[in-house]
T-cell receptor, first 113, second 111 residues
Framework: NAGVTQTPKFQVLKTGQSMTLQCAQDMNHEYMSWYRQDPGMGLRLIHYSVGAGITDQGEVPNGYNVSRSTTEDFPLRLLSAAPSQTSVYFC????????????FGEGSRLTVL | GENVEQHPSTLSVQEGDSAVIKCTYSDSASNYFPWYKQELGKRPQLIIDIRSNVGEKKDQRIAVTLNKTAKHFSLHITETQPEDSAVYFCAASRWTNKLIFGTGTLLAVQP
């Protein structure tokens, strides 16, 4: 049982490049989320999903796309990277919408030059 | 939407002393208030949570109190130890997968 797995752990991009951060969980959790963490700003919700085929925007969705084709996977896409997207990204999942603990992946550190 | 404010941003205590971190929230519909601990370079991990139908919850050296009328909740750590040094985040929401986090408190426990 690996929990929540994120890849890559580190990535450097040039402005304008695109990439996908992968997230997979093996706990059969319905609920998944993406957060970004910046110094002094805590964890901010980017997008979330309540099940396969259902996604919605969080606090800071601009510049990011998500999809949820399976229960296990929840990739985050940057279509045209900007320096403001330099951050640490965390994927998380929970089993219950109102009573479940939020389990985080190890994080992906992204630098946009 | 929900907005969570957290204070202080940094807190330094002597080993054995108590530490208190406070958060306020804006959405009266929020009913779930967890606290996460994040060690340097690691992922956030849940340490304690409380729901709106409970005023206080305790787990060994950590406790959380909630005042729904005033919309604030606090984390209390007693008998602090060096391994308590970390960043602590409060959060509030109606739903686990839509947590809105505070900006974090860096706790340093001096031996």
């Amino acid at each position: 049982n690996a929990g929540v797995t994120q890849t890559p752990k580190f990535q450097v991009l040039k402005t304008g490049q695109s990439m996908t951060l992968q997230c997979a969980q093996d706990m059969n959790h319905e609920y998944m989320s993406w957060y970004r963490q910046d110094p002094g700003m805590g964890l901010r919700l980017i997008h979330y999903s309540v099940g396969a085929g259902i996604t919605d925007q969080g606090e800071v969705p601009n510049g990011y796309n998500v999809s949820r084709s399976t229960t296990e996977d929840f990739p985050l896409r940057l279509l045209s990277a900007a320096p403001s997207q330099t951050s640490v990204y965390f994927c998380a999942s929970s089993s219950d919408r109102s009573n479940g603990e939020l389990f985080f992946g190890e994080g992906s550190r992204l630098t946009v030059l | 939407g929900e907005n969570v404010e957290q204070h202080p941003s940094t807190l330094s205590v002597q080993e054995g002393d108590s530490a208190v971190i406070k958060c306020t929230y804006s959405d009266s519909a929020s009913n779930y208030f967890p606290w996460y601990k994040q060690e340097l370079g690691k992922r956030p991990q849940l340490i304690i949570d409380i729901r709106s139908n409970v005023g206080e919850k305790k787990d060994q050296r950590i406790a959380v109190t909630l005042n729904k009328t005033a919309k604030h909740f606090s984390l209390h750590i007693t008998e602090t130890q060096p391994e308590d040094s970390a960043v602590y985040f409060c959060a509030a929401s109606r739903w686990t997968n839509k947590l809105i986090f505070g900006t974090g408190t860096l706790l340093a426990v001096q031996p």
